[in-house]
């Protein structure tokens, strides 16, 4: 079975850095798009940010300038760099990754990682 695991989470203060990386195991065959979502309490799932497997990255307007998406290929592992953190950044941040399970097929499939939580004091 694919996993995917977060780690990295935990108290910031504002204006401080995080670094969340997201390793994916089990039987991949490859890896195409990866990126973190993240929830806050009280509001629905949103984006933070995707990388391709080329290496193109989208980022939602809110981090933007102060995350910084990033892969390694050979360790199935998507990081996500935090600087300048504000409160507004406290919530759970999620891995996601579409995966090709089976090289004979072009089926793939989303995964999702159990969270970490980041929480930003002021």
């Known amino acids: 079975q694919v996993q995917l695991v977060e780690s990295g989470g935990g108290l910031a203060q504002a204006g401080g850095s995080l670094r969340l990386s997201c390793a994916a195991s089990?039987?991949?065959?490859?890896?195409?798009?990866m990126g973190w979502y993240r929830q806050a309490p009280g509001k629905q799932r949103e984006l933070v940010a995707t990388?391709?497997?080329?290496?193109?990255?989208n980022y939602a307007d809110s981090v933007k300038g102060r995350f910084t998406i990033s892969r390694d290929n050979a360790k199935n592992t998507v990081y996500l760099q935090m600087n300048s953190l504000k409160p507004e950044d406290t919530a759970v941040y999620y891995c996601?990754?579409?995966?090709?399970?089976?090289?004979?097929?072009?089926?793939?499939?989303?995964?999702w990682g159990q969270g970490t939580q980041v929480t930003v004091s002021s």
């Open positions: 996601n990754a579409v995966i090709q399970l089976s090289r004979s097929s072009t089926n793939r499939y989303g995964y």
């Open positions: 089990g039987s991949i065959a490859s890896i195409d798009a």
């Open positions: 990388i391709g497997s080329g290496g193109t990255t």
